[in-house]
């Protein structure tokens, strides 16, 4: 029975050490847009949404950098939701979004205008001493 138990310990100890390499491997590789900084804007939308399209054509015309996240990979849309519902105070459990969805500066915004996602990625450059909002 000994024998039993120390071989199991020994597989639950792999397992364990396996799945929390997995993690640390996700976060170590998407940190930039699970944890972004304030000038980091993320994109969160749908390729087949043209509205989002937009945002990502206006972005790169002015040569903003941005992390696109498609919410079609799971993971993604439930760290959208999780954006979401920091945010929505008066509606604990929204049931749609309006795409896109932009998270600048600290903040998490749906489906801002062109101008405000420009001129917050400017304010969070000017903040943090980068002046590449140009």
């Not at 993971?75 to 309006?98: C, I, T």
């Not at 000017?126 to 002046?131: E, H």
Request: charge should be negative; charged fraction near 20%; glycine fraction near 4%.
């Amino acid at each position: 029975m000994d024998r039993f138990l120390i071989q199991y310990l020994k597989s639950l100890a792999v397992i364990i050490v396996f799945f929390t390499a997995m993690i640390g491997t996700y976060f170590l590789i998407h940190h930039e847009r699970i944890f972004p900084s304030l000038s980091t804007l993320v994109v969160y939308g749908r390729n087949s949404c043209g509205i989002t399209q937009s945002m990502r054509s206006f972005l790169e015309q002015h040569h903003v950098p941005y992390i696109y996240a498609n919410i079609d990979n799971p993971l993604l849309n439930k760290e959208m939701w999780f954006r979401l519902h920091q945010v929505a105070a008066s509606d604990p459990d929204p049931g749609y979004a309006y795409f896109p969805v932009i998270r600048i500066n600290g903040e998490t915004l749906e489906r801002p205008d062109e101008e405000t996602v420009l001129s917050l990625y400017q304010q969070a450059n000017t903040k943090n001493g980068n002046d590449e909002s140009q």
